[in-house]
């Protein structure tokens, strides 16, 4: 079973940047897909981008695309998530999540181990 543990979350002022990384403890198979979510207080959880571990095809919700960058180190079993342009509207928990099966999805219920998240703070 893997586990996924996320890190680089923090505070920082509209405009700024943050890259958060995910690094899975255990094996990832080249079938998995490893994306980021994020919740806010008193909303549910969204999907925010995707990778393939096999390809490295990468997907974006629109709130996020042009802003933030999904990447992947295989050799290193960690994705990163390259946050630039960040709003107030982009603070929440953001989680890790891995999906034991290849196919394009951005449902929480499809994916199978989560970390614990870290929080990302906007404010001036």
């Known amino acids: 079973q893997v586990q996924l543990v996320e890190s680089g979350g923090g505070s920082v002022q509209p405009g700024g940047s943050l890259r958060l990384s995910c690094a899975a403890v255990?094996?990832?198979?080249?079938?998995?897909?490893l994306a980021w979510f994020r919740q806010a207080p008193g909303k549910e959880r969204e999907f925010i981008a995707a990778?393939?571990?096999?390809?490295?095809?990468?997907s974006y919700a629109d709130s996020v695309k042009g802003r933030f960058t999904i990447s992947r180190v295989n050799l290193e079993n960690t994705v990163y998530l390259q946050m630039n342009s960040l709003r107030p509207e982009d603070a929440a928990v953001y989680y890790c999540?891995?999906?034991?099966?290849?196919?394009?999805?951005?449902?929480?219920?499809?994916?199978?181990?989560w970390g614990s998240g870290t929080q990302v703070t906007v404010s001036s």
């Open positions: 999540a891995l999906r034991e099966y290849s196919g394009k999805t951005y449902y929480v219920r499809d994916f199978d181990t």
């Open positions: 255990g094996t990832i198979y080249s079938s998995n897909n």
């Open positions: 990778i393939t571990w096999r390809s490295g095809s990468r």
